[in-house]
């Protein structure tokens, strides 16, 4: 009898110490929910490809597989624990979602959303649940210049430095630009892009004449009606701040009328689609990545980029361009960000407020270089940026960048409490170039 | 006549049901709620509409002129009052309705669905245009007051929610006294035989501009709720074609039976969609299209016939 | 006078894809009497379908006979029709023939969020690309402009497909027939017509012609998720103009929209964006039924 009483009570301290240890392995993750695009236009350019790295990075940091100073397992010894959400449906839809993850998955953060329109209708959401909610790729200067948040960052520079630097390249490069035509899509991103590319230019060549400004539809596909009314126009740069289908359309169509033999075209985010086209696109076409992103950040090399770079390329059978950049460097900021916190607390899982208060003015390496949590009150990244010009090495069989020119974080970022727009309209006062 | 003289009874019991809800769910579902109650008011617009024989393909441009009353209001005015941000939709969306109406009420068919549709997207495109409203991007909107009460976090989604229901069933009771008065009973009379109702006497035209304008009010008040719950609107969000599809999928799903079933429809809608998304996060479109056939073929009268066994 | 034609030319060539890819939708609506909201989603699979049976062909030393792969564009369409005509039509759009308009267009809805995730399960996100066919025929050259001689193939296609539905309905005994299905489907059954045969033929010949759509297209786009999307709206629009079930209307249709078009970007690029509602709403302002619509009797 005594026997089998002590059997019980060891049975029962045992399944006591199981249920322990499975408690303990369930505080011991750390869950991440990630909302991108996994469906409709931007899927294969930004959503899908974001998080094809993200996915590899999430597994190399939960084996310890990562360099210094990112050699720690998971964040801070907690197994990084994704839970994946598509991105498409609108802003209305995404309120919902990211509810239902903070309040129903319980997630410790939520890292995502490529679209700015997302981006502007979250962060007010996070603020009202105390959520840590970091924005990871979208462009809109909007989200820390209207209204400022306590838990909520953005880990990626936003879009204004993409079109100030490829204005700056071309006068850099002593392109004689006498005038200038834009096909951007009518839409936030496309008009604020040439908004942003006019102004520059109309600092650094003031000479130069606008021409015609075009706004197809988003997801439109048929360009022929904008060739024809560009190159009847005869500018000397076409700028266009296209992406993914769109752009690969545009560029398809418009090589094979042989636009760009007939002026120099020049594209805001234009790297994405270099895999996809490969010969298809052009020689000598400039283009930025949105930081210095893909071909521009292997030329620059790096310890990351050697640990990331090659089993991308193994893995998906492409190189990786801007979007798992961003990824990356969003998902090393909130490992950062995990660390710091658990280093002052003693080593326990953060609270959102920990977090926010490690993360705010955080500075880390990404592949993609040094990003700074520099501008809305230490909320809003600023990171290096490069442009290039596109060159076919026949003896590779692939496209390079040559001619890059690499900018610092703060030569195309406005100082913190300064907008964009009013910083390029006063003639970038304060650029540290 | 026994339905009318039960309404009152029904709408208290509907009333003390989800009052109770609110202290026994969980935030995320409380507020799904909210959503999929205001979205119903739209959807419960579109049955007004469907009585006659008429869908409207276009319901997010009253869903998204409500919207951006709230989102404007406090943008531009700082005003944030729920109960005057309500008057104020029902206001502008009677207006365009009183506008419209008589235009919309002579096309019947595919071709009242198509230009209904074509109206909210002219909406859309001046909308996405105008980067002065907020653009493709769109504006937030601010947390809503309650007549000087500022509630925040927990005590906010309950006053929502709240505010959500008094008028879901205040609207609900309405319509169901409407659907039974002589005057909604011209409708399913439309519905069988409009040239016959011509011959009797009665106005068709008169009818279909009449639900028209309901079905805008109706229309803008989900979506003043649904932008303060939200706290954003977008053109995309809120007037794009494929939002005015769900409200549609909703009405149709419910059938023009029972109004109860036109809210329970829009929450199932939500639940389904929230969970799918979850659960497949690659193919939850499958998933809701499947749902969608399943339902279509299995209760072509819509959920109402489950509790309504009248055939119009 | 430069300006003028060169605003022709891109608006006969955007008219005429336009047409390609809304016929297949008004003669569906025309002999079934359902808006099929999944035309664009078949018109996505017309396009991945040639994306890989094209690129199969110049894997396979096509580049011997490039022009084979027109054939295998038409043939790749071909292939969609007879693979998805039974499954949909037979398999579910049949039951809902009796039922409401509005009930057909849900339906269809249903099967466009379904072949979304379908096209997505089969081809996967990355995007294909089958540019060969339109660099074949070389450019043609006008002023300052260069225009890709594909563009014009396209006008031509548009023509014989145009010419080739309106004679098979107007010369042929079996496309009489479907015309008298159109005009009264009940009488029709009486007089001892195979309406289910009719319908099927009908609904093939409306999938082809969307995949189609689709083949031609993929030449020039970058052929990868959500590019159906956009498609369903334009021909909707189209069709609507032209008169729903009128393939005249959608040839007259398609033109007008593809000419407003042009002159926008050329002229004032700011109203592109709603130029296509904007010829829609007057439209049906005028003639509430579109432009080729007759009149019908009413039934008491």
Redesign the interface.
């Known amino acids: 009898m005594t026997f089998r009483l002590g059997l019980l009570a060891k049975t029962l301290a045992s399944s006591a110490l199981a249920l322990g240890i499975a408690g303990a392995a369930q505080a011991e993750s750390f869950k991440v929910g990630i909302v991108t695009f996994l469906s409709g236009g931007a899927a294969e350019s930004f959503g899908v490809p974001a998080w094809n790295g993200g996915k590899l990075l999430v597994e190399k940091l939960n084996k310890g597989e990562m360099p210094a100073p990112y050699d720690q397992v998971g964040f801070g010894g907690l197994t990084i624990e994704p839970v994946v959400i598509d991105e498409a449906g609108g802003a209305t839809k995404q309120v919902q979602e990211f509810r239902n993850l903070v309040q129903r998955e319980n997630v410790d953060a939520v890292l995502g959303y490529v679209s700015s329109g997302d981006c502007l209708a979250v962060p007010p959401v996070a603020e009202e649940l105390k959520a840590f909610l970091i924005l990871y790729d979208c462009g809109t200067p909007r989200v820390f210049e209207e209204a400022s948040y306590n838990y909520v960052f953005r880990t990626a520079a936003h879009a204004a430095m993409d079109n100030i630097s490829l204005a700056k390249y071309m006068t850099s490069r002593g392109i004689n630009v006498g005038s200038f035509a834009g096909v951007n899509q009518d839409y936030a991103w496309g008009q604020d892009s040439w908004a942003d590319f006019v102004a520059s230019m109309g600092h650094l060549q003031p000479s130069a004449e606008q021409k015609t400004a075009l706004f197809p539809k988003i997801f439109a596909g048929q360009y022929g009606t904008e060739i024809s009314a560009v190159m009847r126009e005869k500018p000397d740069v076409l700028h266009s701040s296209l992406w993914g289908g769109d752009l690969q359309a545009f560029m398809l169509q418009a090589t094979a009328r042989g636009l760009h033999k007939r002026m120099q075209v020049a594209l805001a985010a234009g790297d994405h689609v270099i895999p996809q086209l490969g010969q298809k696109m052009p020689d000598g076409i400039i283009l930025g990545a949105r930081g210095m992103n893909g071909l521009a950040a292997k030329a620059k090399g790096g310890p990351l980029i050697d640990a990331l770079w090659d089993e991308y390329e193994a893995a998906y059978g492409t190189f990786p361009v801007q979007a798992p950049f961003r990824m990356w460097q969003g998902l090393l900021g909130l490992k950062s960000a995990v660390e710091k916190a658990m280093a002052a607390n003693g080593g326990k899982k953060p609270s959102a407020e920990e977090l926010a208060a490690a993360m705010k003015g955080l500075t880390w390496e990404a592949p993609s270089g040094t990003i700074t949590m520099a501008l809305g009150g230490g909320h809003q990244a600023i990171q290096p940026n490069a442009i290039g010009t596109t060159k076919w090495d026949e003896a590779a069989g692939k496209m390079t960048l040559v001619d890059i020119e690499y900018y610092g974080a703060e030569c195309v970022n406005p100082p913190d409490g300064v907008k964009a727009v009013e910083w390029i309209k006063a003639g970038f006062p304060g650029a540290k170039c | 006549m026994k339905i009318l003289a039960n309404t009152p009874l029904a709408a208290g019991l509907a009333l003390a049901g989800l009052i109770a809800l609110a202290f026994v769910l969980p935030d995320w579902a409380l507020f799904l709620l909210t959503i999929a109650l205001a979205k119903g008011l739209v959807s419960l617009g579109i049955i007004t509409q469907m009585r006659a024989g008429l869908v409207s393909f276009g319901q997010g441009l009253f869903f998204g002129l409500g919207a951006y009353v709230a989102g404007l209001m406090a943008h531009f005015t700082g005003v944030t009052d729920i109960f005057l941000l309500t008057v104020l939709a029902v206001l502008v969306t009677g207006i365009v309705g009183v506008v419209f109406g008589p235009l919309l009420s002579n096309y019947r068919g595919i071709f009242f669905a198509m230009l209904s549709l074509s109206l909210s997207m002219i909406l859309y495109g001046t909308l996405s245009k105008m980067t002065s409203l907020g653009g493709t991007d769109g504006l937030n909107v601010a947390a809503p007051t309650f007549v000087g009460y500022e509630p925040e976090a927990r005590a906010l989604s309950l006053s929502l929610y709240l505010y959500t229901v008094v008028i879901v069933v205040i609207a609900g009771t309405a319509m169901r006294i409407f659907f039974d008065s002589q005057q909604g009973m011209i409708s399913l009379a439309i519905r069988s035989n409009e040239l016959r109702v011509e011959y009797l006497g009665a106005s068709v035209r008169r009818a279909h501009t009449q639900n028209y304008i309901i079905s805008a009010i109706l229309g803008g008040m989900g979506g003043v709720i649904t932008a303060l719950a939200i706290g954003h609107v977008d053109p995309e969000s809120s007037i794009f074609w494929t939002i005015s599809g769900e409200f549609v999928f909703v009405a149709i799903l419910a059938g023009y039976l029972s109004i109860p079933s036109v809210f329970a429809a829009s929450i199932i809608l939500e639940l389904v969609r929230s969970f799918s998304n979850l659960y497949f996060p690659n193919t939850w479109q499958l998933a809701l299209g499947i749902f969608l056939l399943i339902v279509i073929l299995t209760l072509p009268n819509g959920l109402g016939s489950l509790v309504d066994r009248r055939r119009a | 006078m430069d300006?003028l034609l060169?605003i022709l030319?891109?608006?006969l060539?955007?008219g005429a894809?336009l047409f390609i890819v809304s016929v297949g939708l008004t003669l569906v609506f025309g002999v079934l009497g359902i808006?099929n909201l999944a035309h664009g989603s078949l018109y996505a699979m017309g396009a991945y379908m040639t994306a890989s049976a094209v690129g199969l062909y110049f894997g396979a030393g096509g580049d011997a006979v490039p022009l084979g792969s027109y054939a295998v564009m038409i043939l790749a369409a071909a292939v969609v029709a007879l693979l998805v005509t039974p499954v949909l039509e037979r398999g579910?759009l049949r039951?809902?023939y009796h039922?409401?308009?509005?009930?057909g267009?849900?339906?269809t809805?249903?099967?466009?969020?379904?072949l979304?995730?379908?096209i997505?399960?089969i081809w996967g996100?990355?995007?294909l690309?089958v540019?060969e066919p339109?660099?074949l025929l070389g450019?043609v050259e006008w002023g300052?402009?260069?225009?890709?001689a594909?563009?014009f193939l396209v006008i031509g296609a548009a023509i014989v497909v145009g010419l080739a539905v309106w004679a098979f309905l107007n010369k042929t005994r079996r496309g009489k027939v479907v015309l008298a299905v159109i005009h009264d489907r009940e009488m029709s059954q009486t007089m001892g017509v195979n309406v289910d045969r009719v319908f099927m033929l009908a609904f093939g010949a409306g999938v082809f012609l969307a995949a189609l759509g689709g083949a031609l297209?993929a030449p020039?786009?970058?052929v990868?998720?959500?590019?159906g999307?956009?498609v369903i709206?334009v021909a909707?629009?189209v069709i609507?103009i032209g008169g729903?079930g009128s393939i005249e209307g959608a040839a007259i249709g398609a033109v007008l929209v593809g000419i407003a078009?042009?002159a926008s970007?050329?002229l004032m690029?700011?109203i592109?964006?709603?130029i296509i509602?904007?010829v829609?709403?007057v439209v049906?302002?005028f003639r509430?039924?579109g432009l080729f619509v007759k009149t019908q009797t009413?039934k008491?």
């Open positions: 300006l060169v030319v891109d608006g060539i955007y894809w808006l579910l039951h809902f039922r409401d308009e509005v009930i267009v849900l339906v809805y249903g099967v466009f969020l379904i979304e995730d379908v997505k399960l996100v990355e995007p690309f540019y339109y660099d450019l300052p402009l260069f225009y890709v594909y563009d297209t020039m786009i970058s990868s998720p959500g590019i999307v956009n709206i909707f629009a609507i729903l078009r042009a970007v050329h690029p700011e592109e964006l709603f509602y904007f829609m709403a049906l302002v509430p039924e009413r008491i």
